[in-house]
């Protein structure tokens, strides 16, 4: 399995400690952040969206992921080519506002 896999696969598992140090290990390596976000992180948050979608992941799970993907972004900052993060940034807030509009209407009892 190759690192942004691994970013991917413990990012689906909410495991933000080891999200952040593999996105630190991928930065190290010389990838992209555009990259590393397409492939690594944006890939594990759409995989978790499906799972939920399909009533095979719950809304704390997804809370979790979502924590992982922004400990993954905060190490993104950091990256020697940050001109991508902005842009990236954007799809980001979008995502955790779809994540507070489920979470709104599970409480509220609307789904």
């Known amino acids: 399995m190759d690192l942004l896999e691994q970013i991917s696969e ?5 495991d933000d400690a080891a999200v952040a ?3 630190r290990e991928a930065i190290r390596q010389g ?5 590393i976000l397409d492939h690594g992180l944006i890939a594990g948050m759409t995989a978790v ?6 009533h ?6 997804v809370l979790l992921a979502a ?14 080519r940050p001109e991508v993060f902005p842009r990236s940034a954007r799809s ?15 409480w509220s009892g609307s789904c």
């Open 92 to 106: 980001c807030s979008a995502l955790c506002r779809a994540i507070s509009t489920i979470s709104e209407r599970t």
């Open 56 to 61: 095979e992941m719950f809304l704390p799970d």
């Open 49 to 54: 969206g499906e799972q939920f979608k399909a």
């Open 67 to 80: 924590r992982a993907m922004m400990a993954g972004m905060e190490e993104l900052k950091t990256a020697p």
């Open 31 to 35: 990838l992209e952040t555009k990259r």
């Open 21 to 23: 140090e593999l996105t």
């Open 10 to 14: 413990h990012l689906r598992r909410g």
